[in-house]
């Protein structure tokens, strides 16, 4: 009874792979091919895990070997046993031809290593493999190898996957190189065949490579040549790490035996908690939500509290020192931006490291979703060591999991903290009273904010191309009952440049610190990639998004998913367009409902009290560590903003407990 295994489809998508597979057998009796079907639980007996759900298993982070031909040789299997190949493994066949055979589970193999993968059934003999390259299992990268794709069937026998021979240009066009690293290192991914003349299987090439900076030979040179090659060994980045590792480990063991003194002397130890970011000078959005539930509710007494905050502009040697400090004495650690500390040190076991991330899941590609484009991050990354990451929902898990690097059960939806006091009547009235006082001219106006994210290579170099804006244009459509405030992004240092003329109309909102606060006396916002449309989504307000780099944007730093599917708002990506929009109230409104619903799973003010709840205090519930959400986005269920009802609703009140 032969049992074909073919490989139709391959297709990317960012660092995510996927592959549809068919499986299909042909009775000894003849006839046309039947699709083989999954077992309805695996051979490992595990009746409650069904095989269309198998994850994957612990990697061996080793180099894989040549791909050769496996037949006939003894392979570690996923399970730990010792299995033979069949000899004809894209052929292979039962021993009762009589009964139909079942699919145990789909996995790869190289010549040493053999490794589980996600799978899923389609129906009719075809199933679907996910490969995350990035996040391949344990939070690293698929291992390097010819990687070849086996199905085991409930007889023991294993069929090898081959791919239609007449198809073979198309493999060429699916070769991926990720450049990172400024361009000095790579990770590749090919396609084709094994060198087997007879049997050829279906082949994944995964291989990383490096060049050394400078080239030739090394010049002896004199004694001041080799001292300052000493001077350099002596600060280079591996030697740094090391020193500040040993800070760390020194720290934390100083911090463990003070602790284990008090304790002996029957005093209280209080758990520190560490707030901490490398990209601001102070607590705001999500921290400063988290921090100010905690001395609300109290807990500040029971918690030690500790604060760490840098930017590029303030970061020393002498302050990176004492960041190490603070994270060795930390038991939790809350950051709400990328933090490069956790790139050199390895955490003491226990550290609870949170990542309550600044922004809600945009459009930009960040993290590992940019793997090989511009800001690529390496193979290894600081984002790899959360120990949770928080979200505003379910079906963003599977983003944050991809950016992060991490399993997407570590992400867990809280809700984001920034929103509790957006949402809150009393704090909204005082917000606004302070955006008044700090700018009177938006009182009683129409106020149109202009608030794109920057463009460029981070903070250092972030800029916004002010030609775009025709500001005379602008101003003649303004009339005296409109004001646009801009708003431009942190990073950005460039005023905008306002004409003295305008001023009566246009406003530099800039250097203003809470952006929330803006927002609520916002009538129209004006944006493009940013992620300010989470917070501005909830007062059921029109946006308008001009997008005029956009097909640039997208090829250099990619995008999370389709940009004009999903922007809650029109998109316009003239000056001409946004003006027109404005004058003829065209927001297209209608696509914020959609975006609420897929972006929030609950819309309250108690996201603050989760974090504490579920991720400093205790452990997260199992509903929020699934995967899968637990019901469907229902965009008419009740949300309440203070100032505007999108459904009705009674706003609960906080907890004081």
Known sequence: MPVEFRVESVEWERVNLTFDLRIAWTPSTGGQPEPVVPTPVTVDDVATVPSDVIELEDVDEGPGGAEGDDAGQDVAAADGSRVVPSAMPELATTADDTIPPQLVRIFIRDTKQTHRVSWSSLGDGR????????????????????????????????????????RLDELESLTRVFLFAGNREAFTVSFGLTEDDTNPLFAMRAYSFARKSG???????????????????????SRRRQLAQLIYDRTAQAEHAQRSVRKAAGKSVRPRVLFASEMRAGLEGNLLAVRDRLVERGLDQRLDLRYSFRTSRTATSRSF???????????????????????????????????????????????FSRFGKFGSPGLTNAHRAYTYAITASHHLKHVYAEVFG????????????????????????????????????????????????????????????????????????????????????????????????????????????????LLLVTDVLVTDYSSIIFEFSLLDRPMLFFAYDEQVYSAVRGFHRPYEETAPGKVCHTFDELLE?????????????????????????????????????????????????????????????????????????????
């Open 581 to 657: 929009a404005i004058r003829d109230q065209d927001f297209e409104l209608e696509r914020t409902e959609a975006f609420r619903a897929e972006n929030f799973d609950v819309i309250d003010t108690h996201s603050s009290d989760r974090v504490i709840d579920w991720l400093i205090l205790g452990d997260p519930p199992a509903s929020a560590v699934a995967v899968e959400p637990v019901e469907a986005p229902n965009p008419n269920r009740a949300v309440t903003t203070g100032t505007s009802a999108l459904v009705p609703a009674v706003l609960t009140e906080r907890s004081g407990s």
């Open 406 to 517: 991490i399993e997407e059960e570590a992400v867990i939806p809280t809700g984001l903290p920034r929103i509790d006091t957006f949402l809150d009547p009393v704090a909204q009235e005082h917000a606004r009273s302070e955006v008044y006082t700090e700018f009177p001219a938006l009182r009683s106006k129409r106020v149109i904010m202009f608030a794109p994210t920057f463009r460029g290579r981070g903070a250092n170099q972030a800029y916004y191309d002010y030609s775009q804006i025709d500001f005379q244009a602008l101003y003649d459509l303004c009339g005296d009952d409109t004001v646009v405030a801009f708003r431009m992004h942190h990073f950005i240092h460039e005023p905008v440049p306002i004409p003295d003329s305008m001023r009566d109309r246009f406003i530099d909102v800039a250097s203003y610190r809470n952006g929330n606060n």
């Open 215 to 237: 080239g030739g030979r090394k010049k002896k040179g004199g004694p001041v040549r080799r001292a300052r090659r000493s001077v350099k060994n002596l600060t280079s980045l």
């Open 127 to 166: 199933y679907r493999v996910a490969i995350n390259l990035s996040n391949f299992a344990n939070r690293a990268f698929i291992p390097r190898g010819t990687w070849k794709f086996y199905a085991r069937l409930d007889s023991g026998a294993e069929v090898g996957g081959v791919w239609d021979l007449d």
């Open 321 to 367: 020192l004492s960041v190490v400090q603070e994270l060795a004495r930390a038991d939790i650690v809350l950051i709400d931006d990328y933090f490069p500390p956790l790139e050199k040190l390895k955490l003491k076991p226990g550290c609870r490291i949170i990542q309550v991330w600044h922004a809600g899941s945009g459009f930009k590609s960040v993290g």
